[in-house]
């Protein structure tokens, strides 16, 4: 077993509750949420009606009720536009007090989930399935969690350049509003739904999807930056602005490793910070096209 645990404080959930809690997710979410039960997990993202991104999340029931794990800075954001459309629906928002631990590595104990977003009771919470690598052990505040508790230890960069290696974008306030789903590859990792019904922004995602026309896309990256990087970073080609960053981490063998989103005609270009550090593409996870 050779196994590391991150504590994820950098989290926060909200949790929506009621008998019509299915159908108001349904209705403003970029996923189908028809098809999630207990066993399952979604990204998902909730759009302005031009079709950008103000939020992306982790979508999973517990106790019955819907829990969107997302940055914590992102919460009161998201809690604020969910509870502008509740009107008269039986339907509750609220934060919840709950906590997150990463495990990443080889040789996960029987009995975890296995394939990628299957989720399984423990014996304090749930387990969800991230990847071949990860698995993210979500309890109840204050009740620890008896599973990690034999497992090294990995601090919150360790895990961020885990996702950013998995390709797994994230919505930040830095960088909220500005990209369409396929910007960030999010239904290349199954974060859109083009059969279910009406949501803000479905119009432009769907039409950007069937026309087949998505001129910015991100990409894997490492730069040797001296200072550190930030979401919302303006990149450059030559001397034109062309993408920004979406996410970022401190890289092992020093710089940083990050996601972008770029204007694809660039990526074979000199792309690089405004302070003039090289971008070096690295192979993504998945395919772009």
């Not at 504590?7 to 008998?19: A, D, K, M, P, Y």
């Not at 996960?108 to 749930?126: A, D, H, M, N, W």
């Not at 885990?162 to 974008?169: C, D, M, R, S, V």
């Not at 910007?183 to 087949?212: A, D, W």
Request: hydrophobic letters at 40%.
């Amino acid at each position: 077993m050779n196994l590391l645990a991150t504590e994820l404080s950098n989290l926060g959930f909200l949790r929506v509750t009621g008998t019509e809690a299915a159908e108001f997710l349904q209705n403003l979410t970029s996923n189908d949420v028809r098809h999630l039960d207990d066993s399952t997990a979604q990204h998902s993202s909730i759009c302005s009606p031009k079709g950008r991104m103000l939020a992306s999340f982790l979508l999973f029931r517990m106790g019955g009720d819907y829990i969107l794990l997302m940055p914590a800075e992102m919460v009161e954001k998201v809690k604020k536009r969910l509870t502008m459309y509740i009107l008269r629906s039986k339907v509750s928002i609220e934060e919840a007090s709950l906590s997150a631990t990463g495990v990443s590595g080889t040789g996960f104990p029987q009995g975890l989930p296995e394939r990628s977003l299957e989720v399984v009771k423990t014996s304090s919470g749930i387990a969800i399935r991230l990847s071949e690598s990860r698995i993210l052990f979500v309890n109840e505040s204050g009740e620890g969690n008896p599973e990690n508790k034999s497992f090294g230890k990995a601090d919150l960069p360790y895990w961020e350049r885990l996702e950013i290696l998995e390709g797994i974008p994230a919505v930040y306030p830095e960088t909220e509003g500005l990209f369409v789903p396929q910007m960030v590859n999010f239904e290349l990792i199954g974060g859109v739904s083009f059969q279910k019904g009406c949501y803000p922004g479905q119009e432009v995602v769907t039409r950007t999807h069937f026309l087949g026309k998505v001129k910015r896309r991100m990409v894997l990256a490492h730069v040797d930056s001296a200072h550190p990087v930030s979401p919302g970073e303006e990149i450059f080609c030559g001397d034109e602005a062309t993408g920004t960053v979406a996410r970022c981490a401190p890289a092992p063998e020093g710089g940083c490793d990050l996601l972008a989103v770029i204007q694809m005609e660039n990526r074979e270009g000199d792309l690089h910070l405004k302070s003039g550090e090289k971008l070096q593409l690295l192979q993504m996870p998945y395919s772009l096209s």
